[in-house]
């Protein structure tokens, strides 16, 4: 949970299992709160995440996924050096994602 000011704001979460074809180990994040947004926590939270998985486990990339119209969190990606991993794709509920990956 990410926690600001005694507040739930949103969430970062590592899965260690493919889930949603999405290549383990892989790491998700939701702001949920918009007051919150485009201020830097989900990035300082994704990058924790980034370093919580390159110090612990001895593996060279790291997966996620987001929806591919996403500006926001495309560009956060980005920032953390996260690259296109494939082509969209489609889900039951017809949102199109798009797989990234960040190699350590």
Do not use: C
Not at 46 to 60: D, P, R, W
Not at 64 to 81: D, E
Not at 83 to 91: A, F, L, N, R, S
């Amino acid at each position: 949970m990410i926690i600001i000011d005694q507040k739930t704001i949103g969430l970062v979460w590592i899965e260690l299992f493919e889930n949603h074809h999405v290549q383990p180990p892989s790491i998700h994040i939701m702001i949920g709160n918009p007051d919150y947004r485009g201020k830097g926590i989900g990035k300082s939270a994704m990058q924790a995440a980034v370093n919580y998985i390159k110090n612990t486990f001895e593996l060279k990339t790291i997966y996620s996924r987001h929806l591919a119209n996403n500006t926001p969190v495309i560009n956060l990606n980005k920032s953390l050096g996260f690259k296109e991993d494939g082509v969209p794709y489609i889900d039951d509920n017809g949102l199109v994602w798009k797989n990234i990956k960040i190699s350590l």
